[in-house]
Every structure is written in structure tokens, then in C-alpha cells.
T-cell receptor, first 113, second 112 residues
Framework: EAQVTQNPRYLITVTGKKLTVTCSQNMNHEYMSWYRQDPGLGLRQIYYSMNVEVTDKGDVPEGYKVSRKEKRNFPLILESPSPNQTSLYFC????????????FGPGTRLTVT | GEDVEQSLFLSVREGDSSVINCTYTDSSSTYLYWYKQEPGAGLQLLTYIFSNMDMKQDQRLTVLLNKKDKHLSLRIADTQTGDSAIYFCAERDSGGYQKVTFGTGTKLQVIP
């Protein structure tokens, strides 16, 4: 089944404790992206990747890192999480830069206390 | 930067039509999208329209695009309780790297 998976789905952590949210797609997509969803603000793009070893900042990259060492994986790293990073995070992938559709993962709800 | 705006909430009775509206600022948009998010789930592409089209119909869904006013709407005919969800409008610019800007989402509540 073609899908985007994220782990964990739920995470509660404390300020300053490094964490990684994994994202994997099995569709051989070139494009991958991370968004955060906050009430009243919709989805905002954190980082995106056009292909392996090619990443770029989205609209709200501060406090986040990403890497794209393999085509299927695009982990989101919070080196020192803070409470303002409490949010619902979505990973998405698209076939390539010309594809019109993005496929979304199920989301990761992160709470930083 | 680009901005996409939607009203936050819409309530309709089952069987009525729902109209969800969206305005955007980017005049170079190539695609405009409607995504649906059901509770506890990710976003699913519902429908999309090319910027050179005025209207697109797909079963119960009708998308209208007024490019002059930068206004997009989604009409759901014969709204069902299963249509209750958050609907996101989104636009993609002409840059080609899939920079997609999402609206705030409209929560549709269908009253039985």
C-alpha cells in the first residue's frame, strides 16, 4: 500500500531533550516536506527536500533540522525542543517538482513541557 | 509572502449545500487545491483546479475560481454527516518547487 508513515504518532517530552520524528514514504517520491499545524494558523511549512541531499527552509524553520540521506526517509530533528514547538506535525511527499499532489502522513502530536 | 484566508467555521444541515470560501493573494498561482482533514487523520487531496479554469465539477463537489478577485470556493451538494471535517484551501505558486501555501482551514459541521 502506497503511504507516508510517521513515528511516533504521539510524543510528550521536556524542554531541551533532543528528539527525532521519522518520516518514510514507499512511493519513490523525490519531494518531501514537513509542516506544522496550529489552531487558527493552518499548515505552515518547516522544511522541504527536492531530492536526496537537497533540503531547503520553509516558512518556519527556526528550531528544526532535517536530513535527506535516502530517498524514502526525511526525519525532523528538534535539537532542543521548547514549549512553542508543541504542535501537530505532518510529513508529506510528492512524485517530483511537477506533480500537483502531495500525500500526507497521519501526523505526530508533540507536546513539549 | 503568499497569504490564503478562510473562515474558520461553517455549520450546515444534512442534505443542504455547503459553500466554503477562500481568498488568496498570489497572482502567479498555478494550482489551487482543496484538502480534507478528518479527525485524527492527515490531509487528503479532495480536488484541485488549474488556474486557467473557472470551474471544475466532480460528483457532489463543485470548485469555482474567480481569478480576478483571487477567490476560490468549494460547494458540496447534498452534504452528509460524513462530510464533517476541516477543509483546507491551498495554492501553489509558479516557482515549480511545490511551494504550497495553506489556508487556516474551515471546520465544517453537518447537523443531522
Amino acid at each position: 500500500e502506497a503511504q507516508v508513515t510517521q513515528n511516533p504518532r504521539y510524543l510528550i517530552t521536556v524542554t531541551g531533550k533532543k528528539l527525532t520524528v521519522t518520516c518514510s514514504q514507499n512511493m519513490n517520491h523525490e519531494y518531501m516536506s514537513w509542516y506544522r499545524q496550529d489552531p487558527g494558523l493552518g499548515l505552515r511549512q518547516i522544511y522541504y527536500s527536492m531530492n536526496v541531499e537537497v533540503t531547503d527552509k520553509g516558512d518556519v524553520p527556526e528550531g528544526y533540522k532535517v536530513s535527506r540521506k535516502e530517498k524514502r526517509n526525511f526525519p525532523l530533528i528538534l535539537e532542543s525542543p521548547s514549549p512553542n514547538q508543541t504542535s501537530l506535525y505532518f510529513c508529506a511527499s510528492g512524485r517530483d517538482r511537477n506533480s500537483y499532489e502531495q500525500y500526507f502522513g497521519p501526523g505526530t502530536r508533540l507536546t513539549v513541557t | 509572502g503568499e497569504d490564503v484566508e478562510q473562515s474558520l467555521f461553517l455549520s450546515v444541515r444534512e442534505g443542504d449545500s455547503s459553500v466554503i470560501n477562500c481568498t488568496y493573494t498570489d497572482s502567479s498561482s498555478t494550482y489551487l487545491y482543496w484538502y480534507k482533514q478528518e479527525p485524527g487523520a492527515g490531509l487528503q487531496l479532495l480536488t484541485y483546479i488549474f488556474s486557467n479554469m473557472d470551474m471544475k465539477q466532480d460528483q457532489r463537489l463543485t470548485v469555482l475560481l474567480n481569478k480576478k478577485d483571487k477567490h476560490l470556493s468549494l460547494r458540496i451538494a447534498d452534504t452528509q454527516t460524513g462530510d464533517s471535517a476541516i477543509y483546507f484551501c491551498a495554492e501553489r505558486d509558479s516557482g515549480g518547487y511545490q511551494k504550497v501555501t495553506f489556508g487556516t482551514g474551515t471546520k465544517l459541521q453537518v447537523i443531522p
